[in-house]
């Protein structure tokens, strides 16, 4: 079936339904639409949209093959921007001279070209092992930190959100998933400011990939406000942390729960972490001086 018929997972789904679109997006590569029948009862076939996951090559200064990653081939140059960020592979978007992205048989291939300092950096570790799956942050990673030997400084308070805003942005977090209002299987990331307005979201079938695409794109959008907090539609696991400790984010969101890995880091970092966070509900974990 073709890919642009835009049909729910709810079979009852109509499309006055759809909660709308904040840009363009190409559901040529982004999800295909296949015909399926609940088991039992085949002639109650209906039209599902499912997500595509594509293998994306990533090569640093045409030279370093540094892996593969599976992920939803959206938003590419923003994931490439975070993944270097929170690898620290980079400090600082600079760092990163181009992106080139070509199209083969095979899937995208991103050329990535950093500074040569950093280059240099890279080219001493050892690349990753394995393809990183949309389920995994650090798989194919030489070695996984511990809680106690990363020395990344703890977060400041610098700002803080009023349960109001943080509450608005739940409500409205939804209406921004637009992968998700037709495939029903997307993770998403999103950034609110103080006043709980989401002002960017990204979606991909990896929710570390849907993190790093935020990242990049705060990192390259200077226009972006940089007080506010991030949502999550996933857990909370110990590389979503790390992720987000990296970039400096001090108040994160999570419709599901925390690892107790992750709870620990985000304590010791003083990151304010609320978790299982639902419309009507949302549990605070750590860092609750940040809400008000």
């Not at 081939?73 to 975070?82: K, N, Q």
């Not at 280059?119 to 809680?147: D, Y």
């Not at 110990?238 to 304590?267: C, D, H, W």
């Not at 299982?276 to 008000?292: K, L, M, S, Y």
Request: proline share 4%; with cysteine; glycine share 6%.
């Amino acid at each position: 079936m073709s890919s642009r018929q835009m049909t729910s997972n709810d079979p009852s789904f109509e499309d006055s339904h759809d909660p709308g679109r904040k840009g363009d997006v190409n559901e040529d590569a982004l999800f295909q639409t296949v015909k399926v029948a609940p088991l039992g009862v085949p002639e109650a076939a209906f039209l599902l949209n499912i997500a595509d996951e594509v293998p994306i090559r990533l090569i640093f200064n045409g030279i370093f093959p540094y892996g593969v990653m599976m992920m939803t081939p959206e938003h590419l140059e923003d994931f490439a921007y975070g993944f270097c960020l929170t690898e620290e592979i980079i400090q600082s978007a600079e760092q990163i001279r181009c992106i080139t992205i070509t199209h083969t048989d095979n899937g995208p291939a991103m050329d990535i070209t950093i500074a040569g300092n950093c280059l240099t950096a890279l080219l001493r570790r050892r690349p990753r092992a394995q393809t990183g799956h949309t389920s995994c942050g650090i798989c194919g990673s030489e070695a996984v930190p511990s809680v106690e030997t990363v020395e990344d400084c703890a977060l400041p308070l610098a700002h803080t959100i009023t349960i109001d805003a943080l509450r608005r942005a739940l409500n409205d977090l939804d209406v921004w998933q637009e992968l998700n209002a037709v495939t029903r299987m997307v993770h998403a990331a999103a950034w609110a400011d103080v006043n709980g307005q989401i002002q960017i979201i990204r979606e991909d079938v990896g929710r570390h990939n849907a993190l790093d695409k935020l990242i990049g794109a705060r990192l390259r959008d200077d226009s972006t406000v940089q007080t506010g907090f991030c949502l999550l539609t996933s857990r909370y696991s110990f590389e979503m942390a790390l992720k987000s400790l990296r970039a400096g984010i001090a108040i994160v969101v999570a419709v599901s729960a925390p690892t107790y890995r992750a709870y620990n880091f985000a304590q010791k970092m003083n990151q304010t972490l609320i978790a299982i966070a639902r419309r009507d509900r949302q549990i605070v974990f750590c860092g609750g001086e940040r809400i008000t």
